[in-house]
């Protein structure tokens, strides 16, 4: 069977299992075998890798960030829950910036593009006002991932 055959098996088999696709493909780049791979599939799902580490460090900020608000606006409400809600937030941001240092580098940015998103979230969650949360986000990349910071 031909490269010619090959590929437009690949591709259908991308559409129709993605699993089995992912195996057979890996299979085909450990056996060399190149000129047999949906390079064009395999291309988008390594671009695709990226930007879901992108949406996990986005979410991730977003769940702490609401969570530090919560925490440092309705101290009379702090929990055990909201307390391990934060610490499980930092430790899934410190894995995955150990596998993607370089997400690292657009933590401060990621809060704050995600900060109006969480204040919303905040209000939904607190009852509170809007106007009572900062304009701008009020902690630093390091206090967010900090494991001992706890807004007072």
Not at 102 to 125: E, F, H, I, W
């Amino acid at each position: 069977m031909g490269a010619k055959t090959l590929k437009p098996v690949a591709t259908s088999l991308y559409d129709e299992d993605f699993a089995v696709w992912a195996s057979e493909t890996a299979r085909l780049l450990r056996e060399k075998r190149f000129d047999e791979i949906d390079i064009e599939h395999v291309a988008e799902e390594i671009e695709d890798m990226g930007k879901r580490d992108k949406r996990e460090l986005y979410s991730r900020l977003t769940v702490l960030i609401v969570h530090l608000l919560k925490w440092k606006w309705q101290p009379e409400k702090r929990s055990q829950s909201w307390q391990s809600t934060i610490f499980t937030q930092r430790s899934e941001l410190d894995l995955l910036l150990a596998d993607s240092p370089s997400l690292m580098r657009n933590v401060t940015a990621a809060a704050g593009d995600v900060y109006p998103m969480a204040v919303k979230k905040a209000v939904l969650q607190t009852g509170l006002p809007a106007r009572t949360f900062s304009r701008e986000c009020p902690f630093s990349s390091q206090q967010i991932l900090d494991f001992s910071f706890l807004p007072e």
